[in-house]
């Protein structure tokens, strides 16, 4: 079984912001799997259903950012499911604004909610795919990733989590060297693509 997590904030103040483009991810791939997120368990949202035949569950932790590794150490505990089936989908200001990058593993970067599940679960070695906000804004970083989206902002992001959702779903059905290959392109490729 796969597990793939969507990092974000809960409650309302925090939904449309870069923050939860994670939790926005998420919904857009239960959404295009009929599956319904919407159980409590292990401090988190989940969802239980299929991609391309294969059993998932889709969480959502409710812990805060800071605190997710909580949640996800408590999900892998109770499915002893091996770490290389988790994903985590999360915003990476260190990334272009609206580009995807997919990692087998790595470190946690700048991401506080990454460095949680990262400390938490005593290992690095889980797929991830982040999501680029960029970094050109004078804002405060604390200011900049609880903030909103402007409109121009939105469409490129749209088009960045529609990406995101289909590499897990290529990771699920394909595995993640194929969903590296395939979506771990330069902008402009991906731009031509979308004109084509």
């Known amino acids: 079984m796969y597990m793939i997590a969507g990092l974000g904030n809960p409650g309302k103040k925090y939904e449309n912001t870069r923050h939860n483009i994670g939790f926005i991810a998420l919904d857009l791939l239960a959404e295009r799997n009929d599956i319904q997120i919407n159980k409590i368990k292990h401090k988190a949202l989940v969802g239980e259903g299929r991609i391309s035949g294969q059993?998932?569950?889709l969480i959502k932790p409710q812990t805060y950012m800071n605190l997710s590794g909580q949640s996800l150490r408590e999900v892998m505990d109770y499915y002893k499911e091996e770490i290389e089936?988790?994903?985590?989908?999360?915003?990476?200001?260190d990334i272009p604004e609206g580009m995807i990058r997919?990692?087998?593993k790595g470190s946690a970067g700048t991401h506080n909610g990454m460095r949680s599940i990262v400390y938490d679960l005593k290992?690095?070695?889980?797929p991830r795919i982040r999501i680029g906000m960029g970094r050109e804004r004078r804002a405060e970083l604390k200011d900049f990733v609880l903030g909103g989206f402007s409109k121009e902002e939105k469409s490129l992001l749209q088009g960045?989590?529609?990406?995101?959702?289909?590499?897990?779903?290529?990771?699920?059905?394909?595995g993640i060297d194929k969903a590296m290959n395939e979506y771990n392109i330069r902008q402009k490729a991906a731009e031509k693509r979308e004109d084509e």
């Open 55 to 57: 059993k998932v569950l």
């Open 123 to 126: 290992s690095d070695q889980f």
């Open 102 to 104: 997919i990692r087998k």
């Open 160 to 174: 960045a989590v529609q990406r995101a959702v289909l590499a897990a779903e290529c990771i699920v059905e394909k």
């Open 85 to 93: 089936h988790l994903i985590v989908i999360y915003d990476d200001i």
